[in-house]
């Protein structure tokens, strides 16, 4: 333990946890069960004959590893080596809390990792957790304490400020309209969601809407879901009405808001009951399900498509017309949906989707969206989503 003036600073060492390395020829499917088996894990250390190879953090194996379609089937049955990041930092034990904060910053500008290894002569003692750094370095200093609690509550202020400025954005859940009733939800896997739904009346029979992904969660993809929200109300004061040119202002919008540092995928649709007709645009979004009672068939709307929102300021958006006609069900939704995993990591994915449509298209639209959403929490075997979750249903019910 250093002592800097009458204050003593603790090293790692005092700050560290103790956790049981896995060798490299660990499956990557036995590590993620060892994550699931202790929520409180941020990281394990990954050795090779007793020698520190490096470390998998519970954030890069989730996130950046897994997160994508079939990542299970590729990595699960590969060694954890593989997925190793060698390069993370990794300070010594005693070295003090100040200074590894300092190194932290320095290597990690944005403190985007939570946690980091400490070693020894090659051998990994323990693994440090960046919040329990922080929280001990506020308790060896009375003024930075002060301030860090003085930020801390800034923070948890601002960001349930912007939590409910977000919810308060939505729209309500249900309207009924034209003939047609609308149901939806938004469920937030953090404070702060990178979901984004909304629906707008274009004339007295006409309804417009809208569901938004942005990539990652917390304040940033809010703030862009926001912007991108705010973009397409301007553009419809302004008269635009048709879906692609909607999703080309919106896209300069989040162009301008994200500088490209995040993206958004979108669909609009506007269904017009004077024609019985949707119109349609997607960037780069999940393609929505039609439920048409002419066929008494589930289709997948799958016949345009564009760059995400935010990835080309000069994307263009084409459109498809679609027959939505008494008896129809328009349904969007976000990818938190069918990429909730059950235990084995297997997806619940468009068949089971398909399958619930073709089989509930009879139930209103909010007894649609609650059976639905019972049925993938039954699959994954949890009330929560790791991912933000918006589901919209319309139901053209009256004939026009």
Do not use: W
């Not at 403190?111 to 919040?131: K, N, Q, Y």
């Not at 609308?182 to 569901?211: C, H, K, P, T």
């Not at 080309?312 to 939704?333: P, Q, T």
């Not at 468009?350 to 969206?369: I, L, V």
């Amino acid at each position: 333990m250093e002592v800097q003036g009458n204050q003593h600073i603790p090293t790692l060492s005092e700050v560290m946890r103790s956790i049981t390395p896995v060798r490299s020829g660990m499956t990557v499917q036995e590590v993620v069960a060892i994550f699931q088996g202790d929520p409180a894990l941020l990281m394990i250390p990954v050795v090779d004959t007793d020698v520190f190879e490096g470390a998998i953090s519970r954030k890069d194996l989730f996130t950046r590893h897994l997160s994508r379609p079939f990542a299970m089937e590729l990595f699960g049955k590969k060694p954890i080596s593989t997925l190793v990041n060698g390069t993370m930092l990794a300070l010594d034990p005693e070295c003090h809390i100040n200074s590894a904060l300092a190194r932290l910053l320095e290597h990690d500008p944005e403190l985007d990792a939570d946690s980091f290894p400490v070693t020894h002569e090659g051998t990994c003692v323990g693994i440090v957790h960046v919040a329990e750094l922080l929280m001990a370095i506020s308790r060896s200093q009375a003024d930075l304490l002060a301030t860090l609690e003085t930020l801390s509550a800034r923070i948890r202020e601002e960001v349930e400020k912007a939590r409910l400025i977000q919810r308060d954005l939505l729209p309500p859940s249900t309207c009924s309209y034209a003939g047609m009733v609308l149901d939806a939800v938004l469920i937030n896997s953090s404070e702060i969601s990178g979901d984004v739904y909304d629906y707008f009346f274009i004339d007295q029979d006409r309804l417009g809407v809208m569901v938004g992904d942005v990539s990652g969660h917390g304040v940033q993809s809010g703030m862009v879901a926001t912007a991108a929200k705010a973009g397409l109300h301007l553009l419809l004061d302004m008269g635009v009405t048709t879906p692609g040119k909607l999703l080309e202002g919106m896209n300069k919008a989040v162009c301008a808001t994200a500088s490209n540092s995040l993206m958004m995928t979108a669909v609009i649709a506007v269904i017009d009951r004077t024609v019985n007709k949707v119109f349609l645009a997607n960037a780069g979004h999940n393609y929505p399900f039609q439920y048409r009672s002419s066929e008494a068939a589930v289709a997948m709307l799958d016949g345009t498509g564009g760059f995400p929102l935010g990835f080309d300021m000069a994307s263009e958006y084409n459109e498809i017309e679609i027959d939505f006609r008494c008896g129809d069900r328009l349904i969007l939704y976000s990818d938190g949906i069918v990429e909730a995993r059950n235990g084995e990591g297997e997806e619940f994915g468009y068949e089971r989707f398909s399958r619930y449509a073709q089989e509930n298209y009879g139930n209103s639209p909010e007894s649609f969206r609650i059976g639905l959403l019972d049925e993938v929490r039954a699959f994954s075997g949890t009330e929560s989503f790791e991912d933000d979750v918006t589901l919209l249903v319309v139901a053209a019910e009256l004939a026009s």
